[in-house]
């Protein structure tokens, strides 16, 4: 169900900036976002469960995990530098600027994600990327604006799939 809300998403995107300058700013924040909520999202098998299941023989051992969200923030800090700083397109800017919460939001989403997985509610765990998929296209048709996008929608939207995620 996640593929086929994102390829709704994508296909909407497309079809509304097309092969423009647009579009190639849209693809380039998505990426970033996308490696940076990547990271995070892989770090919940690889890492998250296994240490958070092993303290004392808890279900959900929280120690430590602070330094997931302080590295969510270092690499949306790394996102608003490398726009504030290389970035000289309006619209790619207002992207990178108005997404940056993005990566720091996957960052919590993953504990929550891991927590999930650990309780076995495995509909849960699964449900965050839906729903970051959903908030992207609702928050353009909400704004009327799918037809008529600029940047700063776009980065808005990615942020508000982002933190639609962390509340799924």
């Given at each position: 169900?996640?593929?086929?809300?994102?390829?709704?998403?994508?296909?909407?995107?497309?079809?509304?900036?097309?092969?423009?300058?647009?579009?190639?700013?849209?693809?380039?924040?998505?990426?970033?976002?996308?490696f940076g909520?990547?990271?995070?999202?892989?770090?919940?098998?690889?890492?998250?469960?296994?240490?958070?299941?092993?303290?004392?023989?808890?279900?959900?051992?929280?120690?430590?995990?602070?330094?997931?969200?302080?590295?969510?923030?270092?690499?949306?800090?790394?996102?608003?530098?490398?726009?504030?700083?290389?970035?000289?397109?309006?619209?790619?800017?207002?992207?990178l600027l108005?997404?940056?919460?993005?990566?720091?939001?996957?960052?919590?989403?993953?504990?929550?994600?891991?927590?999930?997985?650990?309780?076995?509610?495995?509909?849960?765990?699964?449900?965050?990327?839906?729903?970051?998929?959903?908030?992207?296209?609702?928050?353009?048709?909400?704004?009327?604006?799918?037809?008529?996008v600029d940047?700063?929608?776009?980065?808005?939207?990615?942020?508000?799939?982002?933190?639609?995620?962390?509340?799924?």
């Amino acid at each position: 169900f996640n593929m086929v809300v994102g390829f709704a998403v994508q296909a909407a995107i497309a079809s509304t900036v097309g092969i423009s300058t647009l579009g190639d700013d849209f693809q380039l924040a998505w990426s970033i976002v996308t490696f940076g909520s990547v990271v995070f999202m892989t770090l919940v098998s690889s890492l998250l469960v296994p240490h958070m299941q092993q303290s004392s023989g808890r279900a959900a051992a929280l120690g430590g995990l602070w330094l997931v969200p302080a590295f969510g923030i270092l690499l949306s800090a790394g996102q608003l530098a490398f726009a504030l700083i290389f970035v000289n397109r309006a619209e790619l800017q207002d992207m990178l600027l108005l997404s940056s919460p993005c990566i720091f939001l996957a960052s919590i989403a993953s504990v929550g994600q891991a927590i999930a997985y650990i309780q076995r509610r495995f509909a849960v765990a699964a449900f965050g990327a839906v729903a970051n998929g959903c908030g992207v296209f609702v928050w353009l048709a909400v704004r009327g604006s799918i037809n008529e996008v600029d940047g700063a929608q776009l980065g808005m939207a990615l942020t508000v799939g982002y933190l639609l995620q962390l509340t799924a």
